[in-house]
């Protein structure tokens, strides 16, 4: 048995909602419940011995090991994650016949390390926020009691006494955490829509960048606690979207300990393997650690992993779908729950007897006609947050309609140019379930011939970049340029990823005559634009510099770049 990683939990995660310390262990089978009997005595040991009697222990068994929770004190985590390495390495000591540190002495040294990261003004300011009913948050380095417009923020290290606090000031904002394998970033992009259709300031975080209205705070991936506290303390944000991904909810819990609303959009397969997350239905677990801490939960009807969980929660949960409602949906809108649901060529809200028109799948740009039906899920989604944070049906209309989905509005993904008669598709589409969306609605577009820029980072496992290549495969493009991806090979050799790709694209019966390499994105970008010729479609699958290469077409638009012209 090893120790592979040991973390804080400050927020609601995959063991519960209280926060702690958690210890991830690689164990051989015949190890698992040898070592949960001998950790749950010594954790429960230690933990009476510095006086944390009130605190829990808690597990988690998944294929090759096993994680390891003590709940803690919000200002002890640090010292949380040496008490519980103890009872870790003494649990093991106990199993493989070690020494074993007493544990008054242990408890003396961990009681001063525990001493020496108090903050009863943190723990009292966190009371004083729940019992006035508003939000508390806190990092290393700041702690702030309200959202957004109603928040106000210190350090962590000059807090004020809850009755120096204006607390007839301090409210939170309407707020949404939206989760799910694909859909996620641009779901975010379209709650921002409505917003603004709305008149209201919408501060938004996503894989892309923190946003508070049109003003970019903060560049690159936010999606996890840090980013969701970034826009949740802004003071101009008056509505907070907050996507949430599955590693910072794994690594290190939620930000928030409640929300207006939370929405699980789907969930494939990506990412298996990582946290001891080594199926769909363990990834769903993970992904529903948003239900946890909502009062209206959004789902999707239409994903089998997410509908059957989902329904254990009741009433809380708004579906949405495209396909024909099943028996249990149908019976739970006729008893009023609540659905938002394609029906006639239009997306409408269903509860009871009572149907509403949103608009017409034609109203919807994003949805390339009706083409790109994996968007038409994403507004659907839109639509039921939206109204879960208290957006009328014309409000959440309005910012549909005003969503066109181009680079402007939702950069990097499903934006299309015409390109002196080349239908270019530049999509963020990386794992094997969003593929498969995004070449379902690229082939219900005309083509004479189709292209495919194709990579994927390194931390996938084998099948995982061999299904993405069969699926591409499958397609039957005329082309595929396959793009090495230095900055996320993630510990792989030159050329492995690419071997592997190539592999997918054979078993899914391509020939090899049908592929070539290129060393970079761009490169690549390049190559297809080479290739084409009027009446061409190229799908630029877009994950290291999705930047450069909106750069590099806006440019040939604005230059009048014909086929057979150099490109750089």
């Not at 394998?181 to 892309?208: E, H, I, P, Y």
């Not at 946890?292 to 789902?299: D, I, N």
Request: aromatic letters at 4%.
């Amino acid at each position: 048995m090893e120790l592979c990683d040991s973390r804080r939990l400050p927020g609601a995660n995959l063991l519960g909602t209280r926060p702690g310390a958690v210890i991830d262990a690689a164990v051989e089978p015949g190890e698992v419940e040898p070592l949960l009997a001998a950790w749950h005595r010594q954790a429960r040991c230690i933990l009476d011995a510095v006086g944390w009697s009130d605190q829990e222990c808690r597990t988690r068994a998944f294929a090759g090991g096993v994680s390891l929770m003590i709940t803690a004190p919000l200002d002890a985590l640090y010292a949380a994650t040496e008490v519980n390495e103890w009872a870790f390495a003494s649990a093991r000591a106990c199993l493989e016949g070690g020494e074993v540190e007493d544990s008054a002495g242990a408890a003396e040294r961990l009681r001063t390390g525990i001493a020496a990261e108090s903050n009863p003004r943190l723990r009292a300011l966190r009371c004083a926020a729940g019992e006035h009913g508003v939000a508390f948050l806190s990092d290393d380095d700041r702690a702030s009691v309200g959202l957004g417009a109603g928040s106000q923020t210190w350090a962590v290290d000059a807090l004020p006494r809850p009755d120096e606090v204006d607390w007839t000031a301090r409210r939170d904002v309407p707020t949404a955490l939206v989760t799910g394998t694909n859909g996620k970033t641009t779901t975010v992009r379209m709650l921002a829509a409505v917003a603004r259709a709305a008149g209201r300031t919408a501060g938004t975080t996503s894989t892309d960048h923190v946003c508070v209205g049109d003003e970019v705070l903060e560049r690159g991936d936010w999606s996890g606690p840090g980013g969701a506290r970034r826009v949740l303390r802004e003071p101009a944000v008056e509505v907070a979207i907050l996507e949430t991904a599955r590693g910072g909810m794994l690594r290190r819990g939620l930000a928030l300990e409640r929300a207006d609303v939370a929405a699980v959009l789907n969930v494939g397969s990506d990412h298996l393997g990582e946290w001891g997350v080594g199926s769909l239905e363990v990834l769903c677990e993970g992904k529903f650690v948003v239900t946890s801490v909502a009062e209206t939960v959004v789902l999707n009807a239409d994903d089998p992993v997410v509908s059957a969980r989902g329904r254990a929660l009741g009433s809380r949960v708004c579906w949405f779908g495209l396909d024909t409602p099943p028996d249990w949906l149908a019976q739970a809108v006729a008893a009023g729950g609540r659905a938002f649901l394609l029906e006639g060529g239009a997306l409408v809200r269903r509860r009871a007897a009572e149907r509403t028109v949103l608009l017409a799948v034609e109203e919807v740009p994003v949805a390339l006609g009706g083409a790109a039906r994996y968007q038409l899920s994403n507004a659907l989604a839109c639509a039921a947050v939206a109204e879960g944070l208290g957006f009328s049906p014309e409000e959440i209309a309005a910012g549909l309609r005003g969503f066109s989905g181009d680079e402007a509005d939702n950069p990097g993904r499903a934006n299309r140019f015409d390109l002196a008669g080349i239908d270019v598709i530049v999509d963020f589409a990386h794992n094997p379930h969003g593929m498969r969306a995004f070449l379902e609605a690229a082939g219900a577009l005309p083509a004479e011939r189709r292209l495919v820029v194709l990579g994927q980072a390194g931390d996938r496992d084998d099948e995982s970049i061999l299904e993405l290549a069969r699926v591409v495969g499958a397609f039957g493009p005329e082309r595929v340029v396959l793009k090495e991806l230095a900055a996320h090979s993630r510990g792989r050799g030159e050329g492995e990823v690419l071997a592997l790709l190539a592999r997918g694209l054979t078993q899914a019966g391509l020939p090899e005559e049908r592929w070539t390499t290129a060393p970079d994105e761009l490169a690549a970008v390049d190559q297809a634009l080479a290739w084409a010729l009027p009446g061409d479609q190229l799908l630029l699958l877009a994950h290291e510099a999705p930047g450069a290469v909106l750069e590099r077409l806006r440019a040939l638009c604005e230059s009048g770049w014909a086929p057979g012209q150099p490109v750089a």
